[in-house]
C-alpha cells in the first residue's frame, strides 16, 4: 500500500519516463527521474524501517507472550503444587482430628479410672478406720475377756469356800442329829435289829 509521498514520487517517475512534459529539457526530466527514484529510496528504507520496527514490536510481543506463557506454566505449576500441599495438609488435618478422638477417649478413659482409684482409696482408708475400730474393740474384748476369767475364778474359789462351809456345816448337823439315836446295845446285830451305817463324811468317808 502507497502513502502519499510514494503516489507523488510514483506520479513523477511515471510522468517523466512517458514524455508527458513536451516542453521539458532532458536534464529536467532527468532530475525529475532522479527526485523521483529518490523519493522511492527513502520511501522504501522508511517501509524498511517500519518493517524493521514492526518485526521488533512482534518478536518483543512474541518474547513477552511467551515469558507470560511460561509465567502461566510456572503459575499453574505453583497451582497444582500448591493443591497437592492443600490435599496432603487436608489428609494431616483429618489424621490429626482421628488422633484428637482417640486422645479424647484415651483422656475420658483414663478420667474413669482415676475416679475409681479414688473410690477404692476412699474405701481402703474406710477399711483402714473399720480396722481400727475393729482391732480396738477386739482389745477391748480381750481386756473383758480376762476381766470375766478373773471374777469367774474368784467366783470358783468362793464357791470351793462356800462348799466346804456347807460340807463343814454338815457334818455339823450331822454331829447334832447322832447323839439323839439310843443305840441299846453295842452290838446290833446281837439283838436282832440290823445295824445302823455309819454317816458318809462329806470326804466319801464314814466315822
Known amino acids: ?25 532532458n536534464q529536467v526530466r532527468q532530475a525529475r527521474v532522479q ?9 522504501t528504507v522508511d517501509v524498511a524501517r517500519s518493517e524493521f520496527l514492526v518485526e521488533t514490536e512482534l518478536e518483543s510481543r512474541r518474547n513477552r507472550l511467551e515469558q507470560s506463557r511460561r509465567r502461566l506454566h510456572d503459575v499453574r505449576e505453583v497451582q497444582v503444587e500448591t ?6 495438609a487436608l489428609t494431616t488435618v483429618q489424621a490429626l482430628e482421628q488422633d484428637l478422638k482417640a486422645a479424647q477417649a484415651r483422656k475420658s478413659a483414663i478420667e474413669q479410672e482415676l475416679a475409681r482409684i479414688a473410690e477404692l482409696a476412699n474405701s481402703l482408708a474406710n477399711a483402714e478406720s473399720e480396722r481400727t475400730r475393729l482391732e480396738t474393740a477386739i482389745r477391748e474384748t480381750r481386756v473383758a475377756i480376762e476381766q470375766a476369767v478373773q471374777e469367774l ?29 439310843k443305840p441299846e446295845s453295842s452290838d446290833p ?10 454317816p458318809v463324811q462329806p470326804d466319801g468317808k464314814s466315822d
Open 153 to 181: 475364778a474368784a467366783l470358783r474359789a468362793r464357791a470351793d469356800v462356800i462348799e466346804g462351809v456347807r460340807n463343814v456345816l454338815r457334818q455339823a448337823l450331822e454331829t447334832v442329829e447322832a447323839p439323839q439315836q
Open 189 to 198: 446285830a446281837a439283838d436282832g435289829q440290823p445295824s445302823q451305817p455309819a
Open 83 to 88: 493443591v497437592r500441599a492443600l490435599d496432603e
Open 1 to 25: 500500500m502507497l502513502t502519499p509521498r510514494s503516489a507523488i514520487a510514483f506520479s513523477f517517475l511515471v510522468l517523466s519516463s512517458s514524455g508527458c512534459y513536451a516542453g521539458g529539457s
Open 35 to 43: 527526485a523521483a527514484q529518490k523519493a522511492a529510496a527513502g520511501e
